[in-house]
């Protein structure tokens, strides 16, 4: 696949050296995600505190694009409040599947996302984490919560 310049160099980076990849111990919320259609798998582990993100790390075996959404998503989610966690899923969700969705400076390295919606077979590898983020913001804190899939 090809991807702008820009846009495969963060993907790279963020495949070859995962942020926050790794067990979190206390964690209040683990969550399983599964991609059937490529077989990503990841586990997502959160420390909520009052109604914000203080921790996230996940852990898992993908492909690069998966892993980099991961590594991406955790970056830009820990330390945000649960309402802001969620209008970026809001937000990154219209990026992957609505080609006119604006891609502004707001979403600094995020924006490398929207090169996956050229590539529709892979939009779900991008998406996983994020849908799994979600169900587990939309759970709370909950000791283990029913594994996600993508299909
Ligand atoms: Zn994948």
Redesign the pocket.
């Known amino acids: 696949m090809e991807l702008s310049d820009l846009y495969r160099d963060v993907i790279l980076d963020h495949n070859r050296h995962p942020r926050n990849f790794g067990n979190l111990s206390p964690a209040n919320a683990t969550i399983e995600g599964f ?1 059937p ?4 798998r990841l586990t997502l582990r959160l420390q909520l505190t009052d109604d914000r993100i203080a921790d996230i790390r996940f852990e898992g075996q ?5 892993t980099a959404s991961a590594s991406l998503m955790t970056e830009a989610v820990k330390g945000k409040t649960r309402a802001e966690a969620e209008q970026l899923f809001e937000r990154i969700h219209g990026l992957l599947t609505d080609d006119a969705a604006p891609v502004d400076e707001q979403l600094g390295k995020l924006a490398a996302l929207s090169g996956v919606r050229e590539f529709p077979a ?1 939009v ?2 991008a998406s ?1 984490c994020w849908h799994t983020l979600a169900s587990a913001l939309k759970a709370g804190q909950t000791a283990s919560l029913p594994a996600v899939s993508t299909e």
């Open positions: 991609n259609l490529c077989g990503d993908g492909c690069a694009i998966s892979r779900k590898c996983l």
